[in-house]
């Protein structure tokens, strides 16, 4: 054989093997574990949290740690939410592709959702268009969300 059909080979065959050990590792689920307790004079609230990839019995509603408003944006006390297609693929990790930009084994932002209505409870002080008690509804991106 002569010696570029050799390396060829052995290049695809390291491409390969390397597609494979990446497909394995973003497909790879992550343990379910509890968020980690905050402090005990934070301001604390309910939530729905996701702290692993899998079925909807992954989901559990949690005591966090209360956001506060910051960059532009605001808190909104939710009173009702949907689950639509996104909140499906976010759940399950799939196409695993996703996971790439969501958090590999696991997902980097716990919260779930993002459908909401609710109230307006604070806002940051560069917001103008909404005030404090101010009914909302909105399609907020995951990672537009605060933390």
């Known amino acids: 054989m002569k010696l570029?059909?050799?390396?060829?080979?052995?290049?695809?065959?390291?491409?390969?093997?390397?597609?494979?050990s990446l497909a394995?590792?973003?497909s790879h689920n992550g343990a379910c574990v509890a968020p980690p307790p905050a402090?005990?004079?934070?301001?604390r609230m309910k939530a729905i949290v996701q702290p692993c990839y899998g079925p909807p019995a992954v989901l559990k509603l949690e005591d966090i740690a209360k956001p506060t408003?910051?960059?532009n944006r605001m808190i909104v006390k939710v009173r009702a939410a949907s689950a639509n297609p996104y909140d499906w693929h976010m759940l399950r990790g799939e196409p695993y592709f996703m996971r790439a930009m969501t958090g590999i084994g696991t997902p980097d932002d716990t919260r779930f959702g993002v459908d909401f209505a609710g109230t307006v409870e604070s806002v940051d002080k560069n917001v103008?268009?909404?005030k404090s008690g101010d009914d909302v509804s909105a399609a907020a991106p995951a990672r537009s969300r605060s933390t």
Do not use: E
């Open 24 to 26: 394995f590792a973003i």
């Open 69 to 71: 408003p910051v960059d």
């Open 39 to 43: 402090a005990g004079n934070t301001p």
């Open 128 to 130: 103008t268009k909404f």
């Open 4 to 20: 570029r059909y050799k390396i060829l080979g052995s290049v695809l065959a390291l491409l390969v093997l390397v597609l494979a």
